[in-house]
């Protein structure tokens, strides 16, 4: 079994930053892609960024290029959020999917578990 825990939410004004982490339990880590998706209130989830099983290749939604930094470190993946907007508000997931190709997964249905989640809130 799998477990994925998100921390690291909360409110931020505009131009801030916050740093998510997603903490994995379980099966070993690192042969697992990894991949942050967000869904605001009344909107379908969305991707991200997606970082490979070993590290080595990362994507981003283009509204988050250069913005946002996802990455690794073990039994963990961050998302380094600077420059928050009020449209980067949701509730946002860490997921995994199990692999041993540098696949990067943009879609929801590619990821195998799923986190909780953990509230962003930018305020205006």
């Known amino acids: 079994q799998v477990e994925l825990v998100e921390s690291g939410g909360g409110l931020v004004q505009t131009g801030g930053s916050l740093t998510l982490s997603c903490t994995k339990s379980g099966r070993t880590f690192s042969t697992y892609a990894m991949g942050w998706f967000r869904q605001a209130t009344g909107k379908e989830r969305e991707f991200v960024a997606t970082i490979s099983y070993n590290g080595g290749s990362t994507r981003y939604q283009d509204s988050v290029k250069d913005r946002f930094t996802i990455s690794r470190d073990n039994d963990k993946v961050y998302l380094q959020m600077n420059s928050l907007k009020p449209e980067d508000t949701a509730v946002y997931y860490c997921?995994?999917?199990?692999?041993?190709?540098?696949?990067?997964?943009?879609?929801?249905?590619?990821?195998?578990?799923w986190g909780q989640g953990t509230q962003v809130t930018v305020s205006s």
């Open positions: 997921a995994a999917r199990p692999t041993t190709v540098r696949t990067l997964g943009v879609t929801a249905e590619w990821y195998t578990y």
